[in-house]
């Protein structure tokens, strides 16, 4: 157990909705990463927050965002949802922002897009 | 960002020992070499990493060649809990953000006989 929770486990939604999935980070962890894993792409980072601020973006859609909040949980929206948004999507946290810093994943959000 | 080449599958059988290589031409003087591992159904986890000197820890080995262009992740007894994917990641060691992100290739799948 990496201490890092994510909610929901599966999500099943249609195209063109919108969902959110939750992270929760390991006790102290002020960074927080989100990535993609899709059968084509492979594990693909999508954006950082550290304490609330964004950090770094990677290859994420404008179609989806992302926020940190004073607790430092997070959550990452999907909107206008395609097939292809299908995916894993992992959480993870490192204590701040030394390059060097382990990152501690969560089990994942399994998303289908119908 | 410096690019890893690993094969993308190897074999072993249990308690035997494993070597998992991967090729790191282009590393640059601050990059570290990470490895992390992601079981079926699992997040990614950490397992290693270093600079210049051999590492141990309680998983793995790693190897690094004296001219840092290449190294070798040692399982030194496999077990089945041990088939995963394997990643080899370099990080730069620089602090502020924006190199915080993994950057996932391919990895190689690990496949460990009874």
């Known amino acids: 157990d990496s201490g890092v929770t994510q909610t929901p486990k599966h999500l099943i939604t249609a195209t063109g909705q919108r969902v959110t999935l939750r992270c929760s980070p390991r006790?102290?962890?002020?960074?927080v990463y989100w990535y993609q894993q899709s059968l084509d792409q492979g594990l693909q980072f999508l954006i950082q927050?550290?304490?609330?601020?964004?950090?770094a973006k990677g290859n994420i859609l404008e179609r989806f965002s992302a926020q940190q909040f004073p607790d430092l949980h997070s959550e990452l929206n999907l909107s206008s949802l395609e097939l292809g948004d299908s995916a894993l999507y992992f959480c993870?946290?490192?204590?701040?922002?030394?390059?060097?810093?382990?990152?501690?994943f969560g089990p994942g959000t399994r998303l289908t897009v119908l | 960002d410096a690019k890893t080449t690993q094969p993308n599958s190897m074999e072993s059988n249990e308690e035997e020992p494993v070597h998992l290589p991967c090729n790191h031409s282009?590393?640059?003087?601050?990059?570290?070499i990470h490895w992390y591992r992601q079981l079926p159904s699992q997040g990614p986890e950490y397992v290693i990493h270093?600079?210049?000197?051999?590492v141990n820890n309680r998983m793995a080995s790693l190897a690094i060649a004296e001219d840092r262009k290449s190294s070798t992740l040692i399982l030194h007894r496999a077990t089945l809990r041990d088939a995963a994917v394997y990643y080899c990641?370099?990080?730069?060691w620089g602090y502020g953000g924006a190199t915080n992100k993994l950057i996932f290739g391919t990895g190689t799948l690990l496949a460990v006989q009874p």
């Open positions: 282009t590393i640059s003087g601050t990059d570290y």
């Open positions: 270093g600079l210049t000197s051999n």
């Open positions: 927050y550290y304490n609330g601020e964004e950090r």
């Open positions: 990641i370099l990080r730069d």
């Open positions: 993870a946290s490192s204590q701040g922002l030394a390059g060097l810093d382990t990152q501690y």
């Open positions: 006790s102290g962890d002020l960074s």
